[in-house]
């Protein structure tokens, strides 16, 4: 008889009151009853950070820290049967990197949004810490059982040679200036960094492109904007790209497409076929193919590749959705830290990341001019 | 500052190995970490339903119960602190009743799967027996955020007077014989009920309709068919419909629809206004007026009821699915076991429902002639 | 070299000011240039008929009726080389018997509107007088692409032996009193027939049925509704169908369901295989298939039968409409005219369809009671 | 009473056995049987050209031409009342400026495929020859009522001001080596021009959006690619776009796009309001707000503006397609034969159509640098 697996424990750093992301990791980590938060740090403010942990958490005192440095430190302390595991970095973007070189110090595994730091130095500083580590990157939408699907394709040659390869993320949430605590962090470059519409969603963008099609980006040519007057990042944008192997596409970006709420969308076309995915319809995946009617191919559904059944939890026609997604990279984590393989987007990803966007607001600050991203 | 909240405690009759809704349940009740599986009868066989319990939940083997008889003894002896304080029965249909029964008699709130029994009579009694309990029966797509805004437009007289009601519900995996764990006890009768097709979908597609438009059946003609040779129950029918009021309807049902997976819509027409709703894009829903264009509410989205927005649990633009619907139930659950009122599918739809059923299967066999529903 | 062809000549009754439909014929008569109006007894009152033909359609003077009898006196005594040959019937139900009955009996080929008369006593009359001559009825969803490709599917046994057939026409703009010249005639028992939305549209849902299917209602029960107060005909009704050969289906047919436009779609399941289809985005085929993705046919697309080929008038991509669709009726016409095959709606399914309409009406005022269709 | 109208005269040029748009303007030219054709010259063989006339289009002998030239001048000889009054371009590019240049010379109105010549320098030569002509350049997706809905929303300010303006135009024929007449032209340099991909459809998108939105390019980085070898013309490419007046867009445009048929969409986005447009369903407008629910508007339905109802032939519902489009652009030029205003697109379109292409290519032979597009 097998036997009796514990709960994965973890911390959880930022998820304090009116944070949006914090609560989905959490959902996330826990869906499938793998994991359970144990501590956290959830406020810059310590005493906000404390309450938030027995309030919204109902977390006891001593797991409910004033600060993630506490944290590291009081939890090194426990024994290893009650000490967390791993920490889910769910804090603005200039917490990134301060939160996990200190968990990846104090020999925690790392779970972290995107982008993974405020630039690349960092995420390189931080690959030199990670050692034998695990870190994961939540570019949650790559979780998709059609996204699975769509690289499985790829990658059996199903679409031959790649050529066209594009991405859109539009919003319009910030068409207007908006006061709240979700934007006013991603409009000010001190906590979410050199790029903002980029930073935030032109990032998901690259990130599912490249892991879909498995290209690499060798030169670009943004063009970014700022439209609402006083904001100081860039919140709309077009960015032509030219991979390695000699693809072509473009990412359009923007968070001042009135009226659009998360509409993610890829196209790839190869030589042999085609195939095209949006978040709207997030179970369904079309391929076209050149000399017979498109198909749609869904969620849990009849002729997938086992990758894909694999990351579906209900069967065909029973919708799953954004949290499923993020639950399943927490899934392949899970089975990373029981020794399996690593495959969800890591650090390398996150290197790639910075170095697009870092590329992609050099480029459009000199005045859209192609620049080239140096080999990794 | 607030007290801690302790979790509710739930045991689990059903999802054993092989099984799917009672999986589906545990993801849906603690998706909100509001509580947790402690205890269980996970299968008929007693020594499999003991191994279930500790090698697929983990739990400790003195909770882990041969069947629910023993566990609502075991758990009666138990502390209150630790006690479970609801069971979940997901096990097939023919068990609803007697472990609901017991339940109640024992004193532990229920959430049972649909149809709540085998017959009217069988619900009949435990309407009897419910007492103060609570008594939450799935049927989970009332759970959709996109329904709540549909039932509230109805209750708010956006669609004026209603005048035709209809849903449909196509799945095509019995198209052909199965045999698997899933298929044998739907098309069992002792196990099923006396309806295959409608007592598994055809009911979901009565009760959203009636939850939504708040109409009662009046009366119905019903022709059912059975398609797959050798097959005992109903796999296909369609219903005509009189509501109370004068509206009319009809009701679609198929387990044959060769293709389909879980095809569930509904579409309701007033004297105002129509609304639209289908399970394939259930953030979506359609709302057409005489006199301008049509428009599409979103989950999250601008526009909606104040309910309609408190069934969400992301902002617009991220799909929410089936799950998330499922979870929808048992918050509103928890809700009423802290005192809160009982906005939820309870043993009125389960009264409602077997009437239907029978009802349906009545006048098929009677050569689908009409019949009325006596009120309830 | 080949002998230049000369277009063939026909007269309207019908498409005086005001109408709709008569401009719909005439254009899609004359879609592929083989055709040329040229004469006509456009309205009941003389006057306007002989205006409207100069008028509206530019024709001279002496080829304007007062009335269809005069027009096929008239036309009958012109030289063979210059009289009308086939006569378009674009009236008001009413009109159709006895302007096809007198077109029969002058040695004209006729093409009518749906439904062929007011009675099926009336179809008989009319076959009896048909001989030789060709007949038309414009049942015009049959003219799509898609349809022809629907109709081969199930023809070449792709999918299987058919279990479900159903059809929906929704429409809304009768939800409210109407008072125009549309309107007026259609809700209007001595003008329109026995029945108002299911002698309007919900013959068209029938034939198309029958079109795709090939499969005959043996038995009926239909409930129909009057909806909007001091209107005669029905406006609303559902329809249980029980098929020669075991298939079973349902017709739910509206012109009160509000905001509707002219949403007719079908839905097929055999044993093999599924189909769907909708006029709302008429250049789509969904296939669906037990055991992979289902797909999407397309006008013009890739992996078409040769008849659905034959039906699109633009390669993939450019959308075929109503008016295409209609005119490929035409198309198939003339080409009878010209010795080949009969392959399009006629008196054969002018009788069934005044059966079914009939037998409709007598089930719903009969209480809703099941009616048998005699064999034709 | 009204005097009878004659319908207009034109010839025709190109559209000889294997074409495919000759067809198309013939049937648009005649839709509203307010033209038809009385002569032409139909290839570029004399003998073939004179055959065709005769054969597919039935015309006399002597109104069957074999140059083009030799019809300018039978025409011109012809009495005033028999005499073709315009005449269609409908042959490969290349045929453009010398075909309408004879025309005008010849003192004929002109409808003219796009692109309008093969070079800007040919269309302000062809500016020159025009005086009080008329000149009508098909970019026949501007007929869409959808599309006149768009504009007239722009036009309203109901947008606000505009940020992002993006099309796309995706087709999949040409992902391979393909060997017919279509593709021959298309693909060579001396008959399409500078561009292929995108003198054929990129010019396209460019004047959708120029058209909906009134805005100009000011500025454009163009990468266009070769990807079929043995090509000689870009077969895909992504041009980034700086709109005077700070908007910033980007087109993109494909030949090999594997499976896409003609999928040419615009997305709008102001500072009140966004649109979505796309040709697969080009009944349909999306109309996006900040704060209601998106709405979609339909051809012929409630809720348009006057522009939009008067594209509209048929009551809302029935699915209007490309050639009604394109008629659409027939019916605006036959008011301005009559004195109306010029309500389509023209020769300023050519000239900044040509403008682009040109722009279009330098921008990429320079290496995807900035051009800007001098003022018109």
């Known amino acids: 008889m097998a036997a009796v697996k514990a709960k994965f424990r973890f911390g959880l750093i930022g998820g304090g009151q009116g944070a949006f992301i914090g609560a989905v990791h959490r959902m996330a980590a826990e ?11 959830f406020a810059a403010d310590p005493d906000r950070s404390r309450q938030s942990g027995q309030n919204l958490y109902q977390l006891p005192a001593e797991r409910c820290y004033g600060t993630f440095a506490q944290m590291f430190d009081g939890e090194s302390l426990l024994p290893e049967s009650r000490r967390m595991q791993f920490v889910i970095i769910a804090a603005p973007n200039h917490v990134h990197f301060p939160a996990a070189a200190a968990a990846l ?21 931080l690959k030199a810490l990670q050692g034998e580590l695990k870190f994961l990157l939540t570019h949650n939408y790559t979780g998709y059982p059609m996204i699975e699907e769509a690289r499985s394709l790829v990658a059996a040659g199903m679409l031959g040679k790649i050529r066209r390869a594009q991405a859109s993320y539009l919003q319009g949430w910030l068409a207007r200036d908006v006061d709240n605590k979700q934007a006013s962090w991603r409009t000010d470059p001190r906590r979410a ?10 990032s ?11 290209l690499r980006i060798q030169r670009l040519c943004a063009d970014l904007s700022t439209f609402v007057s006083g904001r100081s990042l860039d919140d709309d944008g077009n960015v032509l790209l030219q991979f390695a192997g000699g693809a072509r596409g473009v990412i359009s970006a923007s968070q001042v497409a009135c009226g659009c709420e998360n509409d993610l969308s890829i196209k790839v076309y190869g030589d042999k076929a085609g195939l095209e995915w949006s978040q709207r319809e997030p179970n369904s995946l079309i ?17 997938l590749s086992n990758r894909a059944l694999a990351a579906a939890r209900l069967p065909a026609g029973h919708p799953e959705g954004y949290l499923e ?7 392949k984590f899970f089975a990373a830290l029981e020794g399996g393989a690593e495959d969800y987007p890591g650090l390398e990803d ?14 459009s600050a000199a005045g859209a001019h192609w620049v080239s991203l140096d080999p990794e």
């Open 350 to 363: 996150g290197l790639r990341g910075m170095n697009f966007i870092e590329q992609v607001v050099a480029s």
């Open 193 to 202: 960094g050199a790029a903002g519409c980029f930073g935030d969603i032109g």
């Open 31 to 41: 869906l499938d009853s793998r994991a359970e938060l144990v501590c956290g740090a």
């Open 287 to 303: 391929v076209r193919w050149p000399d017979k009617p498109f198909e749609i191919r869904r969620t849990g559904g009849a002729g």
């Open 325 to 331: 997604a993020f639950a399943n990279l927490y899934a």
């Open 204 to 214: 998901h963008a690259e990130n599912l492109l490249s892991h879909v099609t498995g």
């Open 105 to 125: 110090k104090a020999g925690f595994h790392v779970v972290c949004d995107k982008p993974v730091t405020l630039s690349l130095a960092q995420a390189v500083e």
